[in-house]
């Protein structure tokens, strides 16, 4: 781990890089533009976000959680537009 090593490592909110992607020519996601949308944000922001220690585990879980718990909300909309749009075509 980066942060074992004695590496600067700043957690990074995905809202953040998402914003990041809309604003760029192609809107696609890559591990090569997500590189360059945390670069983005990291460079801008870098005195703002919060850095991750070692010890710091129960951050990195909270940080699973939180987009665990996005990832499903997003998952349940997804359905909920899903099942709207079979709705719509047979009723």
């Known amino acids: 781990m980066a942060v074992a090593a004695g590496e600067t490592v700043y957690e990074v909110n995905a809202r953040l890089t998402a914003w990041g992607r809309r604003g760029a020519r192609k809107t696609e996601k890559t591990d090569r533009l997500d590189a360059h949308a945390v670069a983005r944000v990291v460079r801008q922001e870098g005195s703002a976000l919060p850095l991750v220690v070692a010890e710091d585990e ?16 997003e998952a349940t909309r997804l359905l909920n537009q899903l099942h709207a749009i079979l709705t719509q075509i047979d009723p």
Do not use: C, H, K
């Open 58 to 73: 129960t951050a990195v879980l909270e940080v699973w959680v939180t987009e665990r718990a996005s990832a499903m909300g």
